[in-house]
């Protein structure tokens, strides 16, 4: 049995693990700018929150692993409101497997499925119906499945429910 905890740096995949263009991984977590500091060679110190900065990857010898776009994300920022941030990268499966040796090298872990939406909800970046609207999304199978899922996240039903609410209290 596994629990999920806030804070911890974690990654995670966010993108499908197969050949592409580009892939997307996602990091989170206390101190996580500053642990993946190290490993990029950039300007991503200096960067605001929310600003994407070109740069590579290196390993622990320096050795280049891929060049990169990172996004920044500030604590309050971004899907968890956790210090975080995402790098757009090469989609060869070899790179992919190098960026996350780098991220466990840095004190990453990989993150446990739905965990970054759990961290979203623990932080109040969405409710319970917009959490669950995530899966729903992801799992959609048809565009009337994705449209109402998609409206669950952005709070449809606690917009109801606020609506309810009022009119009871009044």
């Known amino acids: 049995m596994f629990s999920y905890t806030t804070g911890d740096p974690i990654y995670a995949l966010a993108t499908s693990y197969s050949p592409s263009a580009l892939a997307v991984i996602r990091a989170s977590g206390d101190?996580?700018?500053?642990?993946?500091?190290?490993?990029?060679?950039?300007?991503?110190?200096?960067?605001?929150s929310n600003m994407a900065v070109h740069g590579y990857i290196i390993d622990e010898n320096g050795n280049k692993v891929d060049e990169v776009v990172v996004i920044r994300y500030d604590k309050g920022h971004g899907y968890t409101a956790e210090e975080a941030f995402e790098i757009m990268s090469h989609g060869s499966l070899p790179v992919i497997r190098?960026?996350?040796?780098?991220?466990e090298k840095a004190g990453f872990r990989k993150a446990l499925k739905g965990e970054f939406t759990y961290r979203a909800f623990m932080h109040g970046r969405m409710d319970l119906t917009?959490?669950?609207?995530?899966?729903?999304?992801?799992?959609?199978?048809?565009?009337?499945?994705?449209?109402?899922?998609?409206?669950?996240?952005e709070g449809s039903i606690r917009k109801e429910a606020g609506k309810a609410r009022d009119e009871i209290v009044n």
Request: hydrophobic share 45%; glycine share 6%.
């Open 98 to 103: 190098a960026i996350s040796r780098v991220l």
């Open 130 to 153: 917009e959490a669950e609207a995530v899966e729903e999304l992801v799992k959609a199978r048809t565009g009337r499945a994705g449209k109402e899922a998609l409206e669950r996240l």
């Open 31 to 48: 101190d996580s700018i500053s642990l993946l500091l190290p490993y990029f060679k950039g300007r991503l110190s200096s960067a605001k």
